[in-house]
C-alpha cells in the first residue's frame, strides 16, 4: 500500500509549515498564550485564508478535503508548530458535527467556519464523566416554544472565543444510556448560559460552562433526537485522529530539537552525542517515534472504515501515542539535562503538549481498555 501524499497535501503542508515557521516563532507564540484571548485573530483568519480550514471538510461541505489524511497533515505541521488557534475545536469537533448531522439551515454555519469568521466550539465533556462518552448528566426538556437546557460543561478549548456551541445533553434515559443523547447548536450570547474561561497549562485558554434555565428554539437540535451517541463518537474519533497526528509534529520537533543539543552540547571536549548510552537512549526514541507515525497513518487509514475497524484504529493509535508522547517528553527533557525545563526553550513546551495530548478525548489507559472491548464485540459480532 502507498502511502506518500497526493501533490496536493504535499503543497499544503509545505504551504502551512512556511508560513508557521515565519509568521508564528516561538517567541510570537509565547506573547500569544498570554494574551487576553489566549490565541491570535489575526494567525486565524490568516490559516482560513491559506486554506487550511477548508481542507479538513469534504467538498460537498464546502472544502476541498476531510479526509483522515487530510486531517494528519494538517495537524502534523499544526503540532510542529506548537499552534493554539482553535483548528481542533472549530473545525473539526463542532465542525463535523454540523456537517455531518445539520439540515440545510444549519449546514450553512460551515460557510463561515470555513472562512475563519465564527468560531465554533463542542462542549460536551462534564466534571466527573472520565472519558466516558455516554456520561451526560446536563438535561434539555421539550417545552412549548422548544427546549429548556440545565448543566454544566467542562473544560471547553477556546470556550471564551466560540460564537457558537455544539452542545451535548440529555433528552432521555438514565445518565450513562448510549441512547437518549441529543445535539444542539447554542449560541454563546444566549441568555441562561454562563462561560468562565482561564489558561491552560499547556498554552490557550479553556472555559467552565453553566447552562440555567437555557430556552433554545425546536430548529436548535442538531440531527436526529436521542441518536446523538453515533455522531459524537465519529466527531470525537475524528478529533483523536487529529490529537494523534499534532502529537506527532510536536515529537518530531522535540526529536530534532535534542539531536541538535546532543550534536552540539560538549563535555570532555567532544559533542555529548558521541557517548554510547546516550546514543542508545537517542536511537530508542527515534523507534518509538517511527511507531507513532505508523499508528497515526494506520488510524488515517481506517477513519472511513466500517465502525468497529474505524474505532478500534483510532483507540489503538491514541493509546500508542499517549505511551510514546509521554516517553519523548521525558526522554528529551532528560538528554537537555536542567535547560530542558526552561520556560524560554521551546522543548519544555512540546513536552506540555504532548502530556496534555494524552488527556485530551481519552488518556492511555481509556483508549486501551476501549481498544479491549471492541475487539470482544467484534469477536462476537464475528460468532453471530
Known sequence: MNFSHTEERRMLSDSLERFLSEQYPFEKRNKIIQSADGFSRDIW????????????????HGGFGGSGFDIAVVFEALGRGLVVEPV??????????????????QKALLEELIAGTTI???????PGNHYELARVHTRAEQINDGWRLNGAKAVVAQGEAADVFVISARTAGAVDDNNGI????LPANTPGLTIHGYPAIDGGRVAELQLRDVTLSPEALLGPLHQGHAILERVIGRGVLALCAEALGAMEAAKAATLDYLRTRQQFGLPIGSF?????????????VEQ??????????????????????????????????????????????????????????????LIMIDHQLGDEDHHLQRFIALGKEANQEAIA
Open 292 to 353: 507513532a507515525r505508523s499508528a497515526v497513518i494506520n488510524a488515517a487509514a481506517a477513519l472511513d472504515a466500517d465502525r468497529l475497524t474505524r474505532e478500534r484504529a483510532l483507540s489503538a493509535a491514541k493509546a500508542s501515542i499517549g505511551r510514546i508522547g509521554t516517553l519523548v517528553a521525558e526522554e528529551s527533557i532528560q538528554l537537555h539535562g536542567g535547560i530542558g525545563m526552561t520556560w524560554e526553550l521551546p522543548l519544555a513546551h512540546y513536552a506540555k503538549r
Open 276 to 288: 554510547q548510552a546516550l546514543q542508545h537512549r537517542m536511537a530508542d526514541l527515534l523507534l518509538e
Open 120 to 126: 465554533a466550539a463542542l462542549a460536551h465533556d462534564e
Open 45 to 60: 483568519q490568516q490559516l482560513a485564508n491559506l486554506g487550511v480550514l477548508a481542507a479538513l471538510f469534504s467538498e460537498d
Open 88 to 105: 481542533l475545536g472549530s473545525a473539526i469537533l463542532a465542525g463535523d458535527a454540523i456537517a455531518s448531522a445539520g439540515n440545510t439551515n
Open 182 to 185: 441529543s445535539l444542539f447548536l
